[in-house]
């Protein structure tokens, strides 16, 4: 079953592209990957949250929002070569603006984690960092990026 195919199973329309806040883009092509600039938990041009998770933030919502900003991520990959061109996750790289008593990185960033795998099944399983931050851009609660590696 091809990626598209699935995310229509799934149930799950991807986004149109975020506008980049800076001066960078959604993506870039290397050879054989595709590299993602840090998506936000955007959804219908409007941030999902603000602030820090374990304060502001359930650390629930912002599994949420991880799951939100890994398919925007997703939607910068497709836009740049299409979701179809994708032989396999390589890396998630996720951010958590954490309150300082706060650990729970990992829980969050798997909302990104196991999207990826039910997107592209085997292809899926990936390496990923889930870093705490004082702050992300925006104030976001959750920033994440994606390596995907291409079909040759």
């Given amino acids: 079953?091809?990626?598209?195919?699935?995310?229509?199973?799934?149930?799950?329309?991807?986004?149109?592209?975020?506008?980049?806040?800076?001066?960078?883009?959604?993506?870039?092509?290397?050879?054989?990957?595709?590299?993602?600039?840090?998506?936000?938990?955007?959804?219908?041009?409007?941030?999902?949250?603000?602030?820090?998770?374990?304060?502001?933030?359930?650390?629930?919502?912002?599994?949420?929002?991880?799951?939100?900003?890994?398919?925007?991520?997703?939607?910068?990959?497709?836009a740049l070569v299409g979701v179809d061109n994708v032989a396999r996750v390589l890396k998630v790289v996720g951010f958590v603006a954490s309150d300082p008593s706060f650990s729970g990185q990992p829980a969050v960033i798997n909302g990104a984690s196991e999207l990826m795998q039910e997107v592209f099944g085997e292809a899926g399983e990936h390496a990923r960092s889930a870093v705490g931050v004082a702050v992300l851009p925006l104030d976001s609660p959750v920033e994440v990026e994606l390596v995907v590696e291409l079909k040759r």
């Fill in 1 to 78: 079953m091809s990626h598209a195919a699935r995310l229509q199973e799934l149930g799950i329309e991807l986004p149109s592209v975020a506008k980049p806040v800076a001066a960078y883009v959604p993506a870039v092509q290397a050879g054989d990957q595709v590299w993602t600039s840090g998506q936000l938990p955007f959804k219908d041009g409007e941030l999902m949250a603000v602030g820090k998770v374990g304060a502001d933030v359930s650390a629930e919502d912002a599994y949420t929002y991880a799951r939100q900003a890994a398919l925007n991520a997703i939607a910068a990959v497709d």
